[in-house]
């Protein structure tokens, strides 16, 4: 099973719309990023997340196919560093952030590596309206007034 471990404030600084409700509300950027990454791996199979954030939760995010973890009063990346330790198989685990310490740290362990940068755009690029869209689209004009009585 592939295992995504996200540094959460580290993404958030990477989108530039979650980047801007931060600095208005700590709260909502954190819930904005856990729902577009709830999203983003709905359906998908054989993969786990964790969205790691720095410092204490707020209101409960509700979100059911990821993980939050918090780090209270410790840095998010040492957070991130002790699960990667405790793994069995890193050979599994898909870290995602741009901190350069923990970078190095996660391949000396083994692990996939993904910067914020990257992993950004795939998740904004491929989002659910753009795949309804697609099928949409994809319809020649006389199934869709079949299918809708039009």
């Known amino acids: 099973m592939r295992h995504f471990i996200i540094d959460g404030n ?7 719309s979650l980047q801007k409700l931060q600095k208005k509300n700590k709260q909502s950027s954190r819930e904005k990023l856990a729902f577009i990454l709830e999203s983003h791996f709905i359906g998908k199979q054989n993969i786990k997340v964790t969205l790691h954030l ?10 059911q196919s990821l ?3 918090y780090s209270g009063k410790k840095t998010a990346d040492d ?26 740290f996660a391949r000396k362990c083994g692990c996939e590596w993904k910067s914020c940068e990257e992993f950004s ?22 199934e869709f007034k079949r299918l809708f009585n039009v």
């Open 10 to 16: 580290n993404l958030i600084g990477k989108i530039s």
């Open 67 to 69: 993980r939050l973890i």
């Open 79 to 104: 957070e991130i560093k002790y699960q990667i330790e405790q793994e069995k198989n890193r050979r599994n685990l898909i870290i995602v952030s741009s901190d350069l310490n923990l970078k190095e």
């Open 121 to 142: 755009g795939e998740i904004l690029t491929a989002s659910p309206d753009d795949e309804e869209k697609k099928k949409i689209d994809g319809l020649d004009n006389d």
């Open 54 to 63: 720095d410092g204490f939760p707020g209101q409960p995010i509700k979100v």
